[in-house]
């Protein structure tokens, strides 16, 4: 086991539970989570519980954020019982969500004043892929920061891509990655919907397809789900209303940017006529449904 690797994993959600459970199995691990049954099925996997944020980083010497978005991030570091007051001097807090350049900076400086240091690490890959140690995830962060935080981060990930020394540089190139997976998503949904109207066999053209030069790695992944959305309903791997968030920062970024984007604006809005729908927490292939509706005749 790892010398002085002390961890605490804060939200034990989609990801946090398969990093926690992962991460518990070489490292001595503290978990927090709102949902008690959550917390139990880490304890059974080898860690410790904490009732409280603050409690459960008291003596972490790196503390893993795993939240859904920037107001729980707040929440769990700097709301009643936050972790932030309860850190050790010098812990690190790493910072898988993905909330945005900004609302990370903004973290990182008031940590600083507490003696604390912020990695930027928002991670990819998917629950399954979280419980193998198989993320891809990008980093950013001071020399030290990322020194003591590495060893958790291996564990982790099969790819480790550092991409600059301040906090909010890898939330820049997450949101790079999530308009692509934004943008590919739509167009997979588009190309199904457009495949059922011609009475085509929607998963016999995903096959096709997907061996072609039109092939994505979204639409050999999130096709197959967007046929079972029209049929028993998608098992849900990635919540749509985290589209709903990330297509958001996107926008938000490009407008700052000055960048032009008319792709990611149009693959936002179809996410939010998904969530309108009733759709946002369903898996995010059931968008194709916004489009072409389960009782729509071909």
Same mark, same amino acid.
């Given at each position: 086991?790892?010398?002085?690797?002390?961890?605490?994993?804060?939200?034990?959600?989609?990801?946090?539970?398969? $990093?926690?459970?992962?991460?518990?199995?070489?490292?001595?691990?503290?978990?927090?989570?709102?949902?008690?049954?959550?917390?139990?099925?880490?304890?059974?996997?080898?860690?410790?519980?904490?009732?409280?944020?603050?409690?459960?980083?008291?003596?972490?010497?790196?503390?893993?954020?795993?939240?859904?978005?920037?107001?729980?991030?707040?929440?769990?570091?700097?709301?009643?019982?936050?972790?932030?007051?309860?850190?050790?001097?010098?812990?690190?807090?790493?910072?898988?969500?993905?909330?945005?350049?900004?609302?990370?900076?903004?973290?990182?400086?008031?940590?600083?004043?507490?003696?604390?240091?912020?990695?930027?690490?928002?991670?990819?890959?998917?629950?399954?892929?979280?419980?193998?140690?198989?993320?891809?995830?990008?980093?950013?962060?001071?020399?030290?920061?990322?020194?003591?935080?590495?060893?958790?981060?291996?564990?982790?990930?099969?790819?480790?891509?550092?991409?600059?020394?301040?906090?909010?540089?890898?939330?820049?190139?997450?949101?790079?990655?999530?308009?692509?997976?934004?943008?590919?998503?739509?167009?997979?949904?588009?190309?199904?919907? $457009?495949?059922?109207?011609?009475?085509?066999?929607?998963?016999?053209?995903?096959?096709?397809?997907?061996?072609?030069?039109?092939?994505?790695? $979204?639409?050999?992944?999130?096709?197959?789900?967007?046929?079972?959305?029209?049929?028993?309903?998608?098992?849900?791997?990635?919540?749509?209303?985290?589209?709903?968030?990330? $297509?958001?920062?996107?926008?938000?970024?490009?407008?700052?940017?000055?960048?032009?984007?008319?792709?990611?604006?149009?693959?936002?809005?179809?996410?939010?006529?998904?969530?309108?729908?009733?759709?946002?927490?369903?898996?995010?292939?059931?968008?194709?449904?916004?489009?072409?509706?389960?009782?729509?005749?071909?």
């Amino acid at each position: 086991m790892p010398d002085a690797s002390r961890i605490a994993v804060l939200g034990l959600g989609a990801m946090g539970l398969p $990093m926690a459970a992962h991460l518990a199995a070489e490292f001595p691990v503290t978990v927090f989570d709102i949902d008690a049954a959550r917390r139990a099925r880490l304890v059974e996997s080898g860690a410790a519980e904490a009732s409280t944020p603050a409690k459960a980083v008291e003596n972490a010497d790196v503390v893993l954020l795993a939240v859904r978005d920037q107001q729980q991030v707040e929440d769990a570091l700097f709301g009643p019982d936050g972790a932030a007051a309860a850190l050790r001097p010098g812990a690190v807090v790493v910072l898988t969500s993905t909330v945005g350049p900004e609302a990370a900076r903004s973290t990182a400086a008031r940590l600083a004043e507490l003696d604390a240091h912020l990695v930027d690490a928002p991670v990819s890959g998917g629950p399954a892929r979280a419980g193998a140690g198989d993320l891809l995830i990008v980093l950013s962060g001071t020399e030290h920061a990322l020194g003591v935080a590495r060893p958790a981060l291996d564990r982790l990930a099969s790819t480790l891509t550092e991409i600059g020394h301040e906090p909010g540089d890898a939330q820049g190139l997450k949101a790079i990655n999530q308009l692509l997976a934004g943008v590919h998503i739509a167009a997979a949904a588009e190309a199904v919907a $457009m495949a059922r109207a011609l009475g085509l066999d929607p998963a016999t053209v995903i096959d096709a397809l997907s061996k072609g030069a039109a092939g994505s790695f $979204m639409l050999s992944d999130r096709g197959p789900r967007m046929v079972e959305a029209y049929d028993q309903g998608a098992e849900v791997r990635s919540r749509l209303d985290i589209f709903v968030k990330d $297509m958001g920062i996107v926008t938000d970024i490009a407008k700052q940017a000055h960048v032009p984007t008319p792709l990611a604006a149009t693959a936002q809005q179809l996410y939010l006529l998904g969530e309108r729908a009733g759709l946002g927490d369903s898996d995010d292939s059931s968008v194709v449904t916004v489009l072409s509706p389960k009782d729509q005749q071909p």
